[in-house]
């Protein structure tokens, strides 16, 4: 591995929740590594596993999903109740496809957790770092 190697992580985060504390991390400054590309969707419940599939195919060495706190927590009432039981099968998914454990994170941030979300940025960055470049685009392409 590289030591030069800086890992391309995508996160969905709800617009309500996860996406208002890394607002307020960012605002705030507190130190997170700038690795994260940010995708804002409504709610977690609509994150589709196929976006989850396109964001490694396309070049992502790590994605993270995260939005409100279940139970209740959700601007659209229960769309954290789909994200808690679409989220396991995407990690079942993932390994199917040989995307290791560690390179896949969701889980629940609320817009007051801004710390939370800086911690997480840190170990999860370095995470991935850790595991190196995925190149499972290169994979894909030589088994066509």
């Known amino acids: 591995m590289s030591a030069n190697f800086e890992p391309r992580i995508v996160g969905f985060l709800?617009?309500?929740c996860t996406y208002a504390a890394s607002d307020t991390a960012g605002v705030s400054r507190m130190e997170q590594p700038p690795n994260v590309d940010i995708i804002r969707v409504m709610?977690?419940?609509?994150?589709d596993p196929v976006f989850v599939l396109k964001a490694f195919a396309e070049g992502a060495d790590g994605v993270i999903?995260?939005?409100?706190h279940p139970p209740g927590d959700c601007h659209y009432s229960n769309g954290n109740y789909k994200t808690f039981r679409r989220m396991p099968?995407?990690?079942?998914?993932l390994a199917q496809y040989g995307i290791e454990d560690g390179r896949f994170h969701w889980g629940w941030i609320s817009?007051?957790?801004?710390?939370?979300w800086a911690q997480l940025v840190r170990d999860f960055t370095?995470?991935?770092?850790?595991?190196g470049p995925l190149n499972w685009k290169r994979q894909i392409?030589?088994?066509e």
């Open 126 to 131: 370095e995470q991935v770092r850790d595991l």
């Open 14 to 16: 709800c617009n309500w």
């Open 111 to 116: 817009g007051a957790e801004a710390p939370k």
């Open 65 to 68: 999903v995260s939005g409100c």
């Open 141 to 143: 392409e030589s088994k």
């Open 89 to 93: 099968l995407v990690e079942a998914l």
């Open 43 to 47: 709610c977690t419940g609509r994150v």
